[in-house]
């Protein structure tokens, strides 16, 4: 069974750097699926962070773009979310998801349960 | 990029009674659409795929139809467990985007 799991600091300053992991078990990071980071801000709606396709280059939101690093560690079977100079509209529930080529089409048929991440001083 | 617009934002309905969502896209977007329920607390589950393909242990009381700008999620019957947010997605090209929500309260 297909499991992702996040991991990180719950509280960031402003200005510092949001890291956050994915473990994923039950697929290998390697195989045909997009691994993908969305958040979701308390009381608000859903939105895309980015996604990586194996080894290419990870695509972003436009406007989080310069802030936002996505990559992936194949020794580890897990992928990873850094999001620099952070604010309090940074502040969400952030969730990693699997992009399920074969089983749909490319849509996040797996999520993580969801971390909530502060930036508080 | 793509904006993805649903109505309406919130729809209050009785068990057993039909429920119609909807999700505007502004520009077409093939059938690279899905939708996805979200309870309090909880991630995304996906529904449906490919604007009309249900996902794996998804009940056939959900389907969703449309293709290009204009899609449609409906819950032919509903059952009290259906209450929730529920979201559209695209991903015709990137960036990806979710739709806003629409809530639906059982009465």
């Known amino acids: 069974q297909v499991q992702l799991q996040e991991s990180g600091p719950g509280l960031v300053k402003p200005s510092g750097t949001l890291s956050l992991t994915c473990a994923v078990s039950?697929?290998?990071?390697?195989?045909?699926?997009?691994w993908s980071w969305v958040r979701q801000p308390p009381g608000r709606g859903l939105e895309w962070i980015g996604e990586?396709?194996?080894?290419?280059?990870?695509h972003s939101k436009p406007s989080l773009q310069s802030r936002v690093t996505i990559s992936i560690d194949k020794s580890k079977n897990q992928f990873s979310l850094k999001l620099t100079s952070v604010t309090a509209a940074d502040t969400a529930v952030y969730y990693c998801?699997?992009?399920?080529?074969?089983?749909?089409?490319?849509?996040?048929?797996?999520w993580g349960q969801g971390l909530l991440v502060t930036v508080s001083s | 990029e793509v904006v993805l617009t649903q109505s309406p934002a919130a729809l209050s309905l009785s068990p057993g009674e039909r429920a119609t969502l909807s999700c505007r896209a502004s520009q077409s977007v093939a059938t690279f659409l899905a939708w996805y329920q979200q309870k309090p607390g909880q991630a995304p589950r996906l529904l449906i795929y490919?604007?009309?393909n249900r996902a794996t242990g998804v009940p056939a009381r959900f389907s969703g139809s449309g293709s290009g700008t204009d899609f449609t999620l409906s819950i032919s019957s509903l059952e009290p467990e259906d209450f929730g947010v529920y979201y559209c997605l695209h991903r015709r090209t990137w960036p990806l985007t979710f739709g806003q929500g629409t809530k639906v309260e059982i009465k």
């Open positions: 490919g604007a009309a």
């Open positions: 998801a699997r992009g399920g080529v074969i089983a749909a089409a490319g849509f996040y048929d797996y």
């Open positions: 039950g697929v290998s990071i390697n195989s045909s699926n997009y």
């Open positions: 990586i396709f194996h080894n290419e280059s990870p």
